[in-house]
């Protein structure tokens, strides 16, 4: 049987970033529903701001093509995004953009598998409104298949414990039950 294969980021490169912490958390969850996961770090991947005339002269950077192989590896996406603004990141929205542009089928990379989006913010909504700014993108925008249900965790201070699990019994719940539809929609992927 094939085993679902999920691919986990997180749109901060901050140190002690909690949408890392958040990203890690994922990593375990779907580790151990049998995943098999890559777990990527965009400090990892540098890229240039996106700019048309600078891919029609030089092409696209290497690190967006090694990117849009890890996202077309995997049947599975588990995003983590800070909130900046009331959206999400300029580090996330210019990394999609990048990936987006590698068509040599003439599809998007986001058409296929499955997505999952989460984020932890010190304020009371917890990133919803980046969220809802990242789904429209991924949706929208990429054309990607996005689960309806989400992880916000307020109180970011506070949010882990000393273990990176959430410390709140009921927004662990609902990483847990998110980590499970993941794997359930990744497993078909896996299968088709």
Same mark, same amino acid.
């Given at each position: 049987?094939?085993t679902a294969k999920i691919l986990v980021i997180s749109g901060s490169t901050r140190t002690?970033?909690?949408?890392?912490?958040?990203? /890690?958390?994922?990593?375990? !969850? *779907?580790?151990?529903?049998?995943?098999? +996961?890559?777990?990527?770090? !965009?400090?990892?991947?540098? #890229?240039?701001?996106?700019?048309?005339?600078?891919? *029609?002269?030089?092409?696209?950077?290497?690190?967006? #093509?090694?990117?849009?192989?890890?996202?077309?590896?995997?049947?599975?996406?588990?995003?983590?995004?800070?909130?900046?603004?009331?959206?999400?990141?300029?580090?996330?929205?210019?990394?999609?953009?990048? +990936?987006? %542009?590698?068509?040599?089928?003439?599809?998007? +990379?986001?058409?296929?598998?499955?997505?999952?989006?989460? /984020?932890?913010?010190?304020?009371?909504?917890?990133?919803?409104?980046?969220?809802?700014? #990242? %789904?429209?993108? #991924?949706? +929208?925008? !990429?054309? *990607?298949?996005?689960?309806?249900?989400?992880?916000?965790?307020?109180? /970011?201070?506070?949010?882990f414990d000393v273990h990176g699990n959430l410390a709140s019994a009921s927004v662990g719940a609902r990483a847990q039950a998110l980590v499970d539809r993941l794997y359930k929609?990744?497993?078909?992927? /896996?299968?088709?």
């Open positions: 049987m094939n002690q970033s909690y949408n890392t912490q958040l990203a /890690a958390l994922m990593v375990k !969850l *779907a580790a151990q529903k049998g995943a098999e +996961v890559t777990h990527l770090n !965009l400090v990892d991947y540098p #890229l240039p701001l996106y700019n048309g005339d600078l891919e *029609a002269e030089e092409g696209l950077p290497k690190a967006a #093509l090694q990117l849009h192989a890890h996202f077309q590896a995997n049947h599975g996406v588990f995003i983590a995004s800070p909130e900046y603004n009331a959206s999400f990141t300029p580090l996330l929205k210019n990394t999609l953009d990048w +990936v987006s %542009r590698h068509r040599p089928d003439g599809k998007s +990379v986001f058409s296929t598998g499955v997505y999952a989006i989460g /984020a932890v913010s010190p304020g009371a909504l917890g990133g919803m409104r980046g969220l809802i700014q #990242l %789904r429209s993108v #991924l949706e +929208v925008g !990429l054309g *990607a298949l996005v689960l309806p249900e989400m992880v916000s965790v307020g109180g /970011a201070a506070s949010a929609e990744a497993q078909y992927q /896996a299968l088709a």
